[in-house]
């Protein structure tokens, strides 16, 4: 296997310098630093099996007679595993640099690049909820702890794409863990692939890239934040500088986990841990010696503590509207922000994920002091730049937590809302979350996800139906068959979703059902359901505000000018 080939990105600095660190580690026994050399063992699995890898899980090496694929070069290629034995599979090796000829002196002194590349598919597509490949390299110090890590985006396609990721070493790695994992999520079978899995050093000239997303916040923790941001290119070191409010920022996480969308897009996600509740911490993004602006979030709030949410979703291809509503949050001061679905207009357009999201979600400074959470729709879709440009908890589609006195079940409409496979019930994952113990303690039980069980409005696509007596779309009947019985089991207070382009409310049988498709996209205006438990519904675009206070949660829903359009109290 040769190495990676791809656009010419990166500066060698073969000059005289380091032709004698070179010549001098080769006089003196030692091996020179392997440049330009492939580092992976059998990273095409031309072996017909797995010499070479440390796996875990249902990895299994399959050849062109396979009935789900054909490799895109040789002969074999790696698949997550078959039927009952199949399970999220991790192969594995380490690259060890003193063997390799880098050594901490030559390290110290050579700016070096990794370069990195793996084939990778799924079986379905990105349109549907399916296993996932990617390829991650660790870099890890002398006792094993990793600095920070660079990763591809996951095959999305049911073809073969090749995948990159690169980025400067840092001068204190020992060694290099390569990972291909095949993540298990839908079907029987695992059926995420991986091929022809690369790692090249070179050197390099380090470049200052250009901060292109600011930071947003994703999180929902007393004691750590989430923070993602975006450069055109990773030839400096990422890092974040944090501390206390009004302080001079002491602290440093330079642990960052880097994906690679394009040779122009680099998304940045680090974690800051050891945070206390409800506090107000300050913090930027530094690339290199470069820092770049400050700004602030406070912290989950005590369980004993009010809180505020807002909530609206289905932006889409509105960001005007969308970016005048987060406005409108902003003023209100929110301490997380909920967004249930459809984000984007087209999940696979990459510019969307600047125009019709970051840009808007940073008005007010909005996405870069307010942690924000969404659940997946069917716009956003299972698209690689979907989870590129998240950091969602659990299995990045449907998770739960605790937050103040509430607990908050967020499910995944474009996933299985029943039994296909023990990774993918989110019918048993519900009634695990409801029934543990802490949702059954909290005050408030809500359950959020895209698609509506029900809807009295959809589009223009009704129209005829309207016309004649007809409904059309009335929401999604098999949640009402699967799901809805056991938010009435469960005692669960609030459904909130998306997907209709209006705002709704109504109480069935002690849950309250809200719908807040109003962030942007083109409103409904037509038929959908004619369910009489709805007590109110309007064509509109807006926001909601959900204040929590002991006993108490109050729901007031606004207009995008700021006029109160409805609201609700839950009391217990």
Not at 43 to 54: A, I, K, N, R, V
Not at 60 to 80: C, I, N, R
Not at 447 to 455: C, I
Request: charged fraction near 15%; charge should be negative.
């Amino acid at each position: 296997m040769s190495p990676t080939s791809r656009p010419a990105r990166v500066l060698p600095l073969l000059g005289l310098a380091f032709f004698a660190l070179a010549s001098a580690g080769a006089k003196c026994g030692q091996q020179p630093p392997q440049l330009g050399v492939e580092l992976v063992e059998n990273g095409g699995f031309e072996t017909g099996d797995l010499s070479g890898w440390t796996v875990t899980g249902s990895c299994e090496v399959h050849d062109a007679g396979s009935p789900w694929a054909s490799p895109p070069v040789g002969s074999y290629f790696l698949y997550g595993g078959d039927d009952f034995d199949a399970s999220t599979c991790t192969a594995s090796q380490e690259i060890l640099l003193p063997n390799q000829g880098f050594r901490a002196n030559y390290l110290a002194a050579t700016p070096l690049v990794v370069d990195a590349s793996a084939y990778l598919r799924d079986f379905s597509g990105p349109l549907d909820y399916d296993d996932q490949a990617f390829l991650k390299l660790r870099y890890l110090d002398a006792q094993g702890v990793e600095l920070s890590s660079i990763r591809t985006l996951i095959g999305d396609d049911a073809s073969w794409s090749q995948e990159f990721a690169a980025g400067l070493l840092p001068v204190d790695t020992w060694k290099i863990r390569v990972e291909v994992e095949s993540r298990f999520r839908a079907g029987a079978d695992n059926d995420a692939m991986a091929d022809e899995i690369s790692a090249v050093i070179d050197t390099v000239t380090p470049q200052l890239p250009a901060q292109t997303k600011p930071p947003i916040l994703q999180d929902f923790r007393q004691d750590a934040m989430t923070v993602i941001w975006e450069t055109n290119g990773n030839l400096e070191r990422p890092a974040i500088e944090w501390g206390p409010a009004g302080s001079a920022l002491p602290n440093e996480v330079t642990q960052v986990e880097t994906t690679e969308v394009t040779p122009s897009h680099y998304v940045h996600k680090a974690v800051i841990t050891g945070l206390t509740a409800e506090t107000d911490y300050d913090y930027r993004v530094r690339m290199g010696s470069q820092t770049y602006a400050t700004y602030g979030f406070r912290t989950a709030p005590l369980a004993t503590s009010p809180f505020r949410m807002t909530w609206t979703s289905d932006n889409q291809n509105g960001p005007t509207t969308f970016g005048s509503i987060v406005g409108l949050m902003a003023a209100r001061d929110p301490d997380l922000y909920f967004n249930p679905g459809d984000i984007v207009q087209n999940g696979d357009v990459l510019s969307e994920w600047g125009s019709y999201w970051w840009t808007p979600l940073s008005t007010a400074d909005f996405g870069q002091t307010t942690p924000t959470l969404f659940a997946r729709g069917n716009h956003d879709g299972e698209h690689a730049f979907s989870y590129a440009y998240s950091a969602l908890p659990e299995n990045e589609s449907f998770y739960s937590f605790r937050y103040g006195n509430t607990f908050i079940v967020v499910l995944d409409t474009e996933a299985s809302v029943g039994s296909t496979s023990p990774e993918q019930d989110q019918e048993a994952y519900l009634v695990a979350a409801l029934s543990s113990p802490e949702a059954q303690a909290a005050e408030f039980r809500i359950v959020t996800f895209h698609k509506p069980p029900y809807t009295n409005l959809w589009d223009a696509t009704n129209f005829f139906f309207c016309l004649f007596g007809g409904s059309g779309y009335t929401g999604e009947g098999s949640l009402r068959t699967a799901w809805v019985p056991l938010f009435e089991l469960y005692d669960v207070d609030l459904v909130v979703s998306g997907h209709t382009h209006s705002y709704q409310h109504a109480q069935q049988n002690g849950v309250h059902y809200v719908l807040v498709g109003g962030a942007g996209g083109a409103l409904d205006t037509f038929c959908g359901g004619d369910f009489p438990f709805f007590d109110f519904t309007v064509d509109s675009h807006g926001y909601s505000v959900m204040d929590v206070n002991g006993t108490s949660l109050t729901w007031t829903a606004y207009d995008e000018n700021d006029n109160p359009l409805h609201g609700f109290a839950i009391a217990h």
